[in-house]
């Protein structure tokens, strides 16, 4: 796909909006810089527009569900958009990283959408670079800001590797995580 089709512009704007008071962690900048960079990474392995809708949008359930709720989102954009949505949202039910980690990755492994798992793939390689990015400007202290040890992290993201490479098989973006996150385990 080679435009912006009207819906991918609406979904643009949805998420601008609803993610407007919502900054990422740590570096405080506008929220709406990983959404967008979720749908880049997303198009150079789809270009199934509900998947890149569903890239804009798949932080909003779990944390702008003030601003934009389920409703807003099947009546907006249909309820495949919603179902893949849905399928990355994690469990706030869960009081601990560790348990909600589990329960996200098993729900990826067993019973998501095999283009939601491309979605989560998407967003966590970009996560992943922005942990890169904030580890050369603050160093160590990046771990401050997060629920979960170093450790913790080097686990996580080679648990999505994993688990991304047995849904979908290997390609360009999983190149990419496997490659972060060798990295990880050397930071
Ligand atoms: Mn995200």
Known sequence: MSILTPRLR???TVAAV???DHVRKGSGIPYITH???????LRSVTDDEDVLIAGLLHDTLEDVPEHYS???????????VLRLVRDLTKDDSLPRWRDRSEAYLNHLEHHADRDAVLISLADKTHNLMSIFDDHEVIGERLWERFNSTREENQWWYAQIHRVAVARVGR???TDELGEL???LQLL
């Open 10 to 12: 609406r979904a643009i």
């Open 18 to 20: 609803a993610h407007r």
């Open 35 to 41: 959404l967008f960079s979720v749908m880049h990474l």
């Open 70 to 80: 389920a409703g807003h989102l099947e009546a907006d954009f249909g309820a495949r």
């Open 171 to 173: 390609n360009q973006l």
């Open 181 to 183: 996150v060798r990295r």
